[in-house]
């Protein structure tokens, strides 16, 4: 076991944990980060980025991922291995452990930015796909997918958003939808159902995904368990899902107050929990944006945030 200690800890290493790295850094707080489950965040899954500024002709995810690193520790970042799995915001310092005590650290401040993992169908071939066809944001990867059939599942406001956004780019968009209605409101159904270039498919689900190296298509079923069940296949290059996501936020519950959806709650404009001294960024505190540059911009934010409180907290 070791144990260390610092005056800013991030927890979490995609966007806002790099760019939250990156500014503590400098300002000589000597911050310590545990990368997490995914290091690097969604972005690690994502091919091509390219409405991130600064990249005009556009980088892979695991790219962009790998500068982020490099530059927060160019001016000296920590970064640790592993998962926080325990902590406690009782009092200041904070301790937190990692992999289960292999790490425990304790921290004048806190940063989390544990971000959102999106929920998937539980397909095998939804991860064979990923990146190559398979996506959970449209406004990230739709622009890919010009004039190229696609699909979208889920039947809410964010899949009746993301169809109506992909209809204004691809040829052709289908709408899965489990259930014989949408659970949109009535304003995004009707939009829905006007635009020519939705097809909703009903009492629908999917039973698998194929191509070659690239997606090609889904394998559908309809009716599922009535004597009207049909199985058929539609032909889509691209398959987003929009089905929700999940916050990763478990660790955190028994301090940091959440939403009803699990995201973390913040002060009016600021980055601050209802623990002084804990501050959250990026995914993990929007459930609304979820793009790399307003998740950058927040880790900015929680930076200076935890900062400042340094400064007027000093002993």
């Known amino acids: ?19 939250a790295g990156i500014y503590t850094a400098r300002a000589n707080l000597n911050p310590i980060m545990v990368d997490g489950s995914q290091p690097g965040g969604q972005l690690i899954t994502t091919t091509d ?30 970064t640790l291995s592993g998962e926080v799995t325990e902590v406690d915001f009782s009092k200041r310092p904070f301790v937190v452990k990692v992999n289960g005590g292999g790490h425990v650290i304790t921290a004048d401040t806190v940063i989390i930015s544990t971000g959102a993992s999106a929920r998937y169908l539980g397909l095998p071939d939804e991860q064979k796909y990923l990146g190559m066809g398979v996506s959970a944001c449209a406004t990230c990867d739709g622009f890919f997918f010009r004039n190229r059939p696609v699909a979208v599942v889920g039947g809410g406001d964010t899949a009746c958003e993301e169809a109506l956004y992909l209809a ?98 913040t002060k009016g404009s600021s980055t601050a929990t209802n623990i ?36 007027m907290n000093e002993d």
């Open 1 to 19: 076991m070791s144990e260390l200690a610092t005056k800013c800890l991030i927890i979490g290493s995609g966007p806002a944990g790099f760019t």
């Open 168 to 265: 204004g780019l691809a040829s052709k968009v289908y709408m899965i939808v489990r259930k014989d209605y949408l659970r949109a409101s009535k304003y995004m159904q009707q939009r829905v159902m006007e635009n020519e270039k939705i097809e909703v498919l009903f009492n629908t689900q999917t039973l698998s995904l194929f191509g070659e190296d690239m997606l090609e298509g889904a394998h559908l079923v309809s009716h599922k368990g009535s004597e009207n069940e049909n199985e058929f296949d539609i032909r889509v290059e691209g398959f987003f899902l929009a089905i929700g996501h999940t916050p990763n936020t478990a660790v955190f519950e028994k301090f940091v107050e959440l939403d009803e959806m699990g995201y973390i709650k």
């Open 49 to 78: 980025v390219e409405n991130f500024p600064g990249y005009p002709e556009g980088i892979t995810g695991p790219k962009m991922m790998e500068d982020f690193r490099a530059q927060a520790t160019r001016f000296g970042l920590l």
């Open 276 to 311: 002084p001294g804990v501050f959250a960024a990026g995914d993990v505190a929007d459930p609304f944006y979820q793009q790399a540059v307003s998740a950058a911009g927040m880790g900015c934010r929680a930076a200076l945030d935890a900062e400042r409180f340094l400064m």
